[in-house]
C-alpha cells in the first residue's frame, strides 16, 4: 500500500544536470532571493546595510522588484500595506542591529493589524553569535530577542543549507491565520559566502487551514437561530479571509444587525438596513450590543477601541470566532470559536436555521437617529464636513491609509469605506507615521487605483523623507496633511485632563514648498476647497500633496 506521504518527486534528467552544475558566483544571497521566488514573491521592500549587502546583491541577479524606502520603519509600514492588500506574504529585507532595530514599531502594528510581513534581517558573523561581546559592527548581544515578543515566530540561520527552510517555514507561519510578521535572520558571512547548492526551485510552504470544530458551531447555530435579538460585531479578521460576503449573508439569514470595528472597516455595506455602521465609541452602540440576547464576535478580541474603552459588558451569550488562540474569551467568557473567520462564517451559514425579524431594521435606525442627535448637540459642523468631502473625493474602490490623527479619529467611526479591505489605518499598535509609507506600498500592490494616505503634520514629519520615495518609483499616492500645528490629538487629551497641554505644540515647514523640492505637486487648500482640490490629486497620476489648514476637534467621549 502506498501512502501519500511516501510519493516522491523524481527529477527530471535535465533538472539532475542543472542541480548537478549550478550557475557560479552564486552565495548565500542568492538562495534567499531564490527561495523568495520559489514561494511566489513578487516585490520586496527594504534598506540595505553593509550585513545584508549579500541579499541586495542578489536581487541584481532575480526578477523580484525592488521598492525601497528611505527608512527601515517606512520599510515596514510598506510591506504591512502590501500585505494588507494582497494577502500575500511581504518580503522586507533589513540589516543588521540599528536597521534591524527601526522596523520594530512597523512590525508590532503588522502583528497587531495580522498583516502578514516576511521580515528577513541580516547578523553578524556566525562566530560572533551566542552573546559575546566581540565588539562586531551593529552587534546585540541577542538581536532575535529584541523580535520574539513581537513577531509571530523566529527562524534563524546558521548554514546554506537551512536557508530555504528557514525561509519557507517563515513564510508558512506569516500566512497562517491570524497573518503576521515573522523574523528571519541571516549572519553576513552566510548570506556573502559563495555556495554550491543548487538552485531553489518552488516551495511548497501552503499554510494550514484554521478549521471550526463542528460541535462548536452547530451550538453557535441553534444559539444564534432561536435567538430573539442577535447582533453581530466584525472586525478585522472578516476582512482578512475575505469573509464579508459570507458575514452579509448570514447577517440577512438571521436578520442581525452588524457593527463593524475599526479593523474591519468595510466588512459589512454601510447603508445596509442591517448596519450600524462603526459607531463603537458610542454609548448607544453599546447599550444595543449588551443588550442582544446572542452576540456573535467575528474576527475580533473586543479590545480596548471595540469594547468603547472596556466600558462594553455584555448581558447576553457571546459567541466568539477568533483565528488568534490568545484572544478567544480574553476579555468576556465566550462560546469560543478558534477558526478563521471564512470557514467559521460558512459552517453557521449551511447549519443556522432561517430567522425573520421585521424589527430589526427600525431598531437598528433609532440607534443611528440616536448617535445623529448625540452629535448634532455638539459643534462639529466642520468636522463631519472634511470627513464628507474626503469620502466625495475618494473614488469608491480606491484604498485609504490613515495616519494616527484627529481625522483618522473620525474616520474609525464615521467614514464608510464602502468595499472590504480599503480603508487601513495603524489603529492596532496607534504608532505614528503609518499613513504614507503605508499608501506606497498599497501603490506598489496595485498601480491601477490612485492611494490616498492622511496624515496630522506631527505624524507627517515621521515619514517626510519618503516623499523621495514616492517621486523616485512614481506612486500614485495623494498625501492629504492636515495641519494644527501640533500633537493635535495629544492635545485635546492632554487638556481635557489636566487643563494644559505640554509638549504638543510643533514648528514644521512648509508643507506646500517642501513636497515642491522633492518635485512633488502639492497645493494648499481649505475646507470649502478639498473635495475639488483632493478629486483633482486624485485624478493626477503620480504622487501630490494635498495641505489642509484645520484645527479639528473630537467628538465627546460616551465612555467617561
Do not use: C
Not at 550557475?23 to 546595510?49: K, Q, S, W, Y
Not at 548581544?141 to 515578543?149: E, G, N, V
Not at 516551495?203 to 444564534?224: K, Y
Not at 465566550?334 to 478563521?340: E, K, R, S, V
Amino acid at each position: 500500500m502506498t501512502h501519500d506521504h511516501d510519493l516522491v518527486l523524481r527529477p527530471t534528467a535535465a533538472q539532475t544536470t542543472a542541480a548537478l552544475n549550478p550557475p557560479p558566483g552564486r552565495n548565500g544571497g542568492d538562495l534567499v532571493i531564490e527561495t523568495l521566488t520559489g514561494l511566489g514573491a513578487t516585490t520586496v521592500f527594504g534598506l540595505p546595510g553593509q550585513h545584508a549587502l549579500g541579499m541586495f546583491d542578489a536581487l541584481r541577479r532575480s526578477s523580484l522588484r525592488y521598492v525601497g524606502l528611505r527608512v527601515e520603519n517606512n520599510a515596514g509600514f510598506a510591506a504591512d500595506a502590501y500585505g494588507r492588500v494582497t494577502g500575500e506574504a511581504a518580503p522586507l529585507l533589513l540589516s543588521t542591529g540599528p536597521g534591524a532595530l527601526m522596523s520594530l514599531a512597523a512590525l508590532q502594528e503588522a502583528a497587531a493589524a495580522s498583516a502578514p510581513v516576511l521580515a528577513i534581517g541580516s547578523q553578524i558573523p556566525a562566530a560572533g553569535l551566542g552573546g559575546g561581546r566581540h565588539g562586531y559592527l551593529h552587534e546585540l548581544r541577542d538581536q532575535q530577542a529584541s523580535f520574539r515578543d513581537v513577531v509571530k515566530s523566529v527562524h534563524t540561520v546558521r548554514t546554506h543549507s537551512q536557508i530555504p527552510s528557514a525561509i519557507a517555514a517563515a513564510w508558512e507561519s506569516a500566512l497562517t491565520a491570524p497573518h503576521g510578521p515573522v523574523w528571519v535572520e541571516i549572519p553576513q558571512d552566510v548570506l556573502l559566502a559563495e555556495t554550491v547548492l543548487p538552485v531553489v526551485t518552488a516551495m511548497d510552504a501552503t499554510p494550514e487551514d484554521v478549521v471550526p470544530r463542528p460541535e462548536l458551531t452547530a451550538v453557535a447555530a441553534h444559539l444564534l437561530s432561536t435567538a430573539e435579538r442577535p447582533a453581530i460585531i466584525a472586525g478585522g479578521g472578516v476582512v482578512r479571509s475575505d469573509a464579508s460576503g459570507k458575514l452579509l449573508a448570514l447577517a440577512e439569514k438571521l436578520d442581525a444587525p452588524v457593527v463593524t470595528t475599526f479593523g474591519g472597516k468595510g466588512a459589512f455595506p454601510w447603508e445596509h438596513p442591517l448596519s450600524l455602521q462603526s459607531w463603537l465609541e458610542d454609548r448607544h452602540t453599546t447599550d444595543f450590543l449588551e443588550d442582544a440576547d446572542v452576540l456573535l464576535v467575528v474576527g475580533s478580541g473586543l479590545g480596548e477601541l471595540s469594547s468603547n474603552y472596556h466600558t462594553f459588558a455584555p448581558r447576553g451569550r457571546v459567541i466568539q470566532i477568533e483565528a488568534d488562540a490568545g484572544k478567544l474569551e480574553s476579555n468576556h467568557p465566550a462560546l469560543g470559536i478558534h477558526a478563521d473567520a471564512r470557514l467559521a462564517l460558512q459552517a453557521l451559514l449551511e447549519t443556522a436555521e432561517d430567522r425573520v425579524d421585521a424589527t430589526a431594521p427600525a431598531r437598528v435606525r433609532t440607534v443611528l437617529d440616536k448617535v445623529a442627535d448625540r452629535l448634532a448637540a455638539q459643534d462639529l459642523a466642520l468636522e463631519r464636513q472634511i470627513v464628507a468631502s474626503v469620502r466625495e473625493a475618494l473614488p469608491s474602490r480606491a484604498p485609504s491609509f490613515w495616519d494616527m490623527t484627529i481625522l483618522a479619529y473620525w474616520a474609525w467611526s464615521a467614514f464608510d469605506a464602502r468595499h472590504p479591505n480599503t480603508m487601513h489605518s495603524a489603529q492596532g499598535a496607534g504608532g505614528l507615521g503609518y499613513g504614507f509609507p503605508a499608501a506606497l506600498g498599497a501603490a506598489a500592490a496595485d498601480p491601477t487605483t490612485p492611494v490616498l494616505a492622511v496624515s496630522g503634520d506631527g505624524g507627517a514629519m515621521y515619514s517626510i523623507a519618503e516623499l523621495a520615495t514616492a517621486k523616485q518609483y512614481g506612486f500614485d499616492v495623494t498625501w492629504l496633511i492636515v495641519d494644527d500645528g501640533g500633537y493635535g490629538i495629544l492635545r485635546e487629551y492632554m487638556t481635557d485632563a489636566f487643563g494644559e497641554a505640554t509638549g504638543t505644540e510643533l514648528a514644521r515647514p512648509d508643507f506646500v514648498a517642501l513636497a515642491e523640492s522633492f518635485g512633488v505637486p502639492a497645493v494648499r487648500t481649505a475646507p470649502e476647497t478639498l473635495t475639488s482640490d483632493l478629486a483633482k490629486a486624485l485624478a493626477t497620476p503620480g504622487p501630490s500633496v494635498v495641505v489642509l489648514p484645520a484645527l479639528l476637534k473630537m467628538f465627546e467621549p460616551t465612555h467617561l
